[in-house]
């Protein structure tokens, strides 16, 4: 169609929508060769587009260093909690070592203890048959006092002839149990009379009462003073 002036008025058809490169306007296919292209020019970078770039560059690097800052703050943590638990972890065998010294010192204090107590009884209950007068003292504590034959036979000769002492005691037994009361026999006053004779009293305590009565008694050196006989002399 041809307008009044002569120039035509149907626009040409197709028409080629302009492209932008970096903000230029560009008409027609980037890759046509032909006529009516407009040479777009030398690109000029996008100043909005960089500055956007920038700011997402920074805030990227702050999120990175953020999120770096909370590792190295759960590596400090954890460090924390590795140091605590090694603490708790040295306790425990601090612990067990002071139990164990502990059980070590009661052990040794019962067994000091228990030698002490075991020197004082062997003081107390030892063996001397050192001399006569000696001898004969404890064989009447063993016989009368304590009443244990076993012991008595440490103190006595092998074939010894001690049936006068024996009837003194069931004598004294029979007593007790009629008046219910407990005879008490010491030997003093013991003096020795030749090499192996000793003479002693014998005191007979009971109930407020009380006896004395002189004997004789034989002993022989056999590993040691021993008493082979006894008798009264009153």
């Avoid at 490169?21 to 909005?48: N, T």
């Avoid at 006569?132 to 006092?145: E, W």
């Avoid at 001690?162 to 219910?180: I, Q, T, V, Y």
Wanted: proline letters at 4%; charged letters at 25%; a negative charge.
């Amino acid at each position: 169609m041809t307008s009044g002036d002569g120039q035509s008025d149907e626009p040409m058809w197709p028409m080629v929508a302009p492209q932008v490169v970096s903000g230029v306007p560009v008409h027609g296919d980037a890759g046509d060769r032909g006529a009516g292209r407009v040479d777009p020019g030398p690109v000029v970078p996008d100043a909005a587009a960089e500055e956007r770039q920038r700011s997402e560059a920074v805030a990227g690097g702050e999120a990175g260093a953020f999120a770096g800052s909370g590792e190295g703050e759960a590596s400090v943590v954890g460090a924390t909690t590795g140091l605590a638990g090694g603490g708790q972890g040295r306790r425990r065998p601090r612990g067990k070592v002071i139990a164990l010294v502990a059980g070590i010192a009661v052990i040794v204090a019962v067994v000091v203890a228990g030698g002490i107590a075991l020197r004082v009884y062997d003081e107390q209950t030892k063996i001397d048959r050192s001399t006569p007068t000696l001898v004969v003292s404890q064989l009447v504590d063993a016989m009368f006092t304590a009443r244990d034959e076993p012991t008595v036979a440490r103190f006595s000769c092998k074939k010894a002839d001690l049936g006068a002492l024996r009837a003194l005691l069931a004598d004294l037994k029979e007593r007790e149990g009629r008046f219910n009361t407990q005879f008490r026999v010491t030997a003093t006053n013991l003096q020795q009379a030749g090499q192996s004779t000793v003479q002693a009293d014998l005191e007979l305590s009971a109930m407020g009462t009380e006896d004395t009565q002189r004997w004789t008694f034989e002993t022989a050196n056999q590993d040691g003073w021993r008493v082979c006989s006894a008798r009264t002399l009153t």
